[in-house]
């Protein structure tokens, strides 16, 4: 299974001809950001405000996650389309423009604007007519599920994409860590004489002092140094950092709405690569943390593209 990208756009044209009537253009365009959750927005003809709630269903079948906009246009026959007046909906309206014509001096309401008002224009409402908008409804969440596959598609494309850069990404973590474990400022001799330096260092300025009141136990100062060479080593670090590449690999090759998982293995690639920074005592070492962190910080920012 692959993963998805959560940033995507179709665009579906469909063709309806119903049983007494010329063909009927249905268009649909779908765009898609990354989003927390599942979120959409649907822009439908007067008289298919009923139509959402099942777009939404359809659409939550396919995607699990991503902000989505969804239009659709229904260009029908000029001979097609007839319209009647809600006279009921008209008079209320007009008398209301009325009165706030008259209590806040107003210019009178256009024919234009009171005609785009939602339902004061509406299909005539005949059995013949309903039947015909059944098998128009019918038609239009047919070829929403057409544009969906089409939108799936594109994600699928671009998910592909992702993965691989992500990979990429993760396989450089790995070479890091190699390059870590390797350092020859971690083994244990490197250590010994770095402390042992320090730490001679540091007796060499108490012993030239003879007026100092200070007295060092130069042998709790070895056993010290030894303590804090123990809390600046960096193995369960780099141990922590093999399990999160070999998680990541699974997770972009077993595919699917990996997002979230792969967005908290970016937070524990985070906090280890700070872990190590925060420890390091030799300059290699700094060098690889800072460079694993401008790796991480860029496998976390693309990380938020997947489904």
Same mark, same amino acid.
């Given at each position: 299974?692959?993963?998805?990208? /959560?940033?995507? &756009?179709?665009?579906?044209?469909?063709?309806?001809?119903?049983?007494?009537?010329?063909?009927?253009?249905?268009?649909?365009?779908?765009?898609?950001?990354? #989003?927390?959750?599942?979120?959409?927005?649907f822009r439908?003809? *007067?008289? &298919?405000?009923?139509?959402?709630?099942? @777009? +939404? =269903?359809?659409?939550?079948?396919?995607?699990?996650?991503?902000?989505?906009?969804?239009?659709?246009?229904? %260009?029908?026959?000029?001979a097609q389309? +007839?319209?009647?007046?809600?006279?009921?909906?008209?008079?209320?309206? /007009?008398?209301?423009?009325?009165?706030?014509?008259?209590?806040?001096?107003?210019?009178?309401?256009?024919?234009? !604007?009171?005609? *785009?008002?939602? #339902?004061?224009?509406?299909p005539p409402?005949?059995?013949?007519?309903?039947?015909?908008?059944? !098998?128009?409804?019918?038609?239009? @969440?047919?070829?929403?599920?057409?544009?969906?596959?089409?939108?799936?598609? /594109? +994600?699928?494309?671009? #998910?592909?994409?992702?993965?691989?850069?992500?990979?990429?990404?993760?396989?450089?973590?790995?070479?890091?860590?190699?390059?870590?474990?390797?350092?020859?400022?971690?083994?244990?001799? !490197?250590?010994?004489?770095?402390?042992?330096?320090?730490?001679?260092?540091?007796?060499?300025?108490?012993?030239?002092?003879?007026?100092? !009141?200070?007295?060092?136990?130069?042998?709790?100062?070895?056993?010290?140094?030894?303590?804090?060479?123990?809390?600046?080593?960096?193995?369960? %670090?780099?141990? +922590?950092?093999? /399990?999160?590449?070999?998680?990541?690999? $699974?997770?972009?090759?077993?595919?699917?709405?990996?997002?979230? $998982?792969?967005?908290?293995?970016?937070? %524990?690639?985070?906090?280890?690569?700070?872990?190590?920074?925060?420890?390091?005592?030799?300059?290699?070492? =700094?060098?690889? #943390?800072?460079?694993?962190?401008?790796?991480?910080?860029?496998?976390?920012?693309?990380?938020?593209?997947?489904?």
């Open positions: 299974m692959t993963v998805q990208s /959560m940033t995507g &756009f179709a665009r579906h044209i469909a063709v309806f001809t119903p049983e007494n009537g010329a063909e009927t253009r249905i268009s649909w365009e779908i765009r898609c950001v990354n #989003g927390k959750g599942l979120d959409a927005r439908t003809p *007067n008289g &298919f405000d009923d139509l959402e709630q099942l @777009l +939404r =269903t359809a659409l939550g079948r396919v995607f699990s996650r991503g902000s989505f906009q969804v239009n659709v246009t229904i %260009e029908e026959p000029e389309v +007839r319209l009647v007046i809600n006279e009921a909906l008209l008079s209320k309206v /007009m008398q209301t423009a009325l009165q706030l014509q008259n209590q806040y001096g107003l210019a009178p309401a256009s024919v234009d !604007a009171v005609l *785009n008002l939602k #339902g004061i224009l509406e409402q005949t059995e013949a007519d309903e039947a015909a908008k059944a !098998a128009l409804k019918a038609a239009l @969440l047919s070829s929403f599920d057409e544009a969906l596959e089409a939108l799936k598609q /594109m +994600r699928l494309q671009e #998910g592909k994409r992702l993965s691989d850069l992500l990979g990429s990404h993760v396989d450089r973590i790995a070479e890091l860590a190699v390059q870590a474990r390797q350092d020859g400022s971690r083994s244990a001799d !490197a250590i010994r004489e770095r402390l042992a330096g320090q730490v001679s260092l540091l007796l060499e300025a108490v012993n030239s002092n003879r007026s100092s !009141a200070i007295v060092l136990d130069e042998q709790r100062l070895h056993m010290e140094a030894a303590f804090l060479a123990t809390k600046a080593d960096i193995q369960e %670090e780099l141990d +922590r950092l093999d /399990m999160h590449v070999a998680a990541a690999h $699974k997770l972009l090759t077993d595919g699917g709405p990996v997002g979230r $998982k792969l967005d908290f293995l970016s937070q %524990e690639f985070n906090r280890e690569t700070n872990t190590l920074c925060s420890k390091s005592n030799a300059a290699s070492i =700094t060098a690889i #943390g800072l460079e694993l962190k401008a790796v991480v910080d860029q496998f976390r920012e693309q990380v938020q593209n997947l489904e």
